[in-house]
């Protein structure tokens, strides 16, 4: 499951996707970010609090294997993906808010994830532990906030064909992810089936819940629906690749991975529906609204 595809070629492919979003942003984007910092510590309590709480009821409720049960535990502790990043940036959500995020939650998990880990462990009696090293926050970084820094500085430079670019990146950005499906479910055709049926039900409702609530929460604590919509894709897609390395590298046990490996097909098909929802609702309702300055 650690394949060349998920730990390289997902990778580099959504750094070249990161520059296109480096060409939609401006420094105003995320000083607007600072000037509302409701939206961030909203996001962060739904990552850090509710999710792992209701990944524990989760597990509890189907009464999953202990090892199946901590793999999702795992993932619940995980922080976002840059793949977050992608989907905000195609249903118009507030990429920079998703940058903003991102970068925060990694460095938050070198402490959140293995004392959420940890916890799991223990409870369902294991004798293992979980460190998360520094060059997997080093490699988030690398991977969202270095191309999406030079396509900003291309913007800076030359506005007017970064603005042209604009519908190019988007319409290249959703080929790209749809040959990076493909690319997963080939990748992992042999053993999908079984996977699916072990951990398939509950990997599919939390990647529902997790993306339900990264937008209703916001919104009902009065977030912009921009900022909502970051939101809810940066909480309901977590960084798969991330918890599959720590269970095969840290802890050494395949079936831990198990549920991200499932996670990750599933939640790009969820994503993907869930904001084609919200854009249609958005579009019956009208014209957005123009964010504040």
């Not at 999710?51 to 009821?57: D, H, K, Q, S, T």
Request: with cysteine; net charge negative; aromatic share 6%.
């Amino acid at each position: 499951m650690d394949s060349a595809l998920t730990t390289v070629g997902l990778p580099l492919a959504l750094g070249i996707i990161m520059l296109g979003l480096g060409l939609s942003l401006t420094p105003d984007d995320f000083r607007r970010v600072g000037r509302h910092p409701r939206a961030v510590a909203v996001a962060l309590a739904c990552q850090l609090l509710l999710l792992p709480a209701l990944c524990f009821g989760l597990v509890t409720l189907l009464d999953l294997p202990p090892l199946l049960a901590i793999g999702m535990m795992l993932l619940a502790a995980s922080p976002g993906g840059t793949s977050a990043n992608l989907y905000s940036h195609l249903f118009r959500g507030d990429v920079a808010l998703n940058v903003t995020l991102t970068a925060i939650n990694s460095i938050i998990a070198i402490v959140s994830l293995p004392v959420i880990t940890n916890l799991a462990i223990d409870y369902y009696d294991r004798g293992d532990t979980v460190d998360l090293q520094f060059s997997k926050v080093v490699e988030v970084f690398a991977v969202v906030l270095v191309p999406v820094a030079l396509g900003m500085l291309v913007r800076a430079r030359h506005e007017d064909f970064a603005r042209r670019m604009d519908r190019p990146v988007r319409t290249g950005s959703a080929v790209i992810l749809a040959v990076l499906v493909l690319g997963i479910m080939l990748d992992q055709r042999d053993s999908i089936g079984d996977y699916l049926a072990e951990v398939g039900l509950a990997a599919g409702l939390f990647c529902a819940a997790s993306l339900v609530i990264g937008y209703v929460v916001p919104r009902a604590a009065g977030v912009r629906e921009e900022q909502a919509i970051a939101s809810s894709m940066e909480i309901g897609v977590h960084n798969g690749t991330l918890a599959i390395y720590v269970a095969v590298e840290v802890l050494d046990t395949t079936e831990i991975s198990v549920p991200a490996a499932v996670y990750s097909v599933i939640m790009f098909v969820f994503a993907a529906l869930w904001g084609a929802a919200i854009s249609r609702r958005i579009r019956a309702d009208g014209p957005a609204r123009v964010p504040a300055p």
